[in-house]
């Protein structure tokens, strides 16, 4: 299957300091990649789409401000969270499509960001 | 937007058993997977089936999409086996919805 990697797997920072996260698709290119985020024993939610060489579309109570989407390449997504807060320690993990229509997902390994 | 049900939430096998774990989907969809979810949090693909039957070893999975509902069977369950398993949907944007999660427990 195709690869998708994320970086880091873990990271711990603190408050009022920006993280970044990088996720790469290896072996394909996407023109679009997608940012969930995952509480504790719940499920995944979308946070936002982001698009290669424009802006990221985010969903209904995601703020913008505080994760910026970066898709620079046709490889690299890159998502930062600024002034992180307690409250935005998560486990955060990206994905990528692929396939002959272009729709199965295929999911970075996730980064658990804990926030101090 | 799309809703997704898992069934059942919680699922508890001796090891060797059989099960039956169930999607059922509110909308048409272009995209229908399912994923294990491992201890360190990777989703790791199982099937890839918006419609159809297909098989994988022990797994074997079936989406009646005209039904709007897909089936994850696990033949003869291994200890290994454990985790949380994901049904997710996606229309034409490609936004996956996940389910809740079904977590399978398979007992030694």
């Known amino acids: 299957g195709a690869v998708v990697s994320q970086h880091p797997s873990r990271v711990i920072c603190k408050s009022g300091t920006s993280v970044k996260i990088e996720c790469r698709s290896l072996?394909?290119?996407?023109?679009?990649m997608f940012w969930y985020r995952q509480f504790p024993k719940q499920s995944l939610m979308l946070m936002a789409t982001?698009?290669?060489?424009?802006?990221?579309?985010?969903e209904q109570g995601v703020e913008k401000d505080k994760f910026l989407i970066n898709h620079a390449s046709l490889t690299l997504s890159t998502l930062t969270v600024t002034s992180a807060h307690p409250e935005d320690s998560s486990f955060y993990i990206c994905?990528?499509?692929?396939?002959?229509?272009?729709?199965?997902?295929?999911f970075g390994q996730g980064t658990r960001l804990t926030v101090v | 937007g799309i809703q997704v049900e898992q069934s059942p939430p919680d699922l508890i096998l001796q090891e060797g058993a059989n099960s039956t774990l169930r999607c059922n989907f509110s909308?048409?969809?272009?995209?229908l997977q399912w994923f294990h979810q491992n201890p360190w949090g990777q989703l790791i693909n199982l099937f890839y089936?918006?419609?159809g039957t297909k098989q994988n070893g022990r797994l074997s999975a079936t989406t009646v999409a005209t039904e709007r509902y897909s089936l994850l069977y696990i033949s003869s369950s291994q200890t290994t086996d454990s985790g949380v398993y994901f049904c997710?949907?996606?229309?034409?944007?490609?936004?996956?919805?996940f389910g809740k999660g079904i977590t399978l427990s398979v007992r030694p």
């Open positions: 982001s698009n290669e060489g424009s802006k990221a579309t985010y």
């Open positions: 994905s990528a499509s692929r396939g002959p229509s272009g729709t199965e997902a295929f």
């Open positions: 997710a949907v996606a229309g034409a944007n490609r936004k996956l919805t």
């Open positions: 089936i918006p419609s």
């Open positions: 909308d048409s969809v272009n995209n």
């Open positions: 072996d394909f290119q996407a023109t679009t």
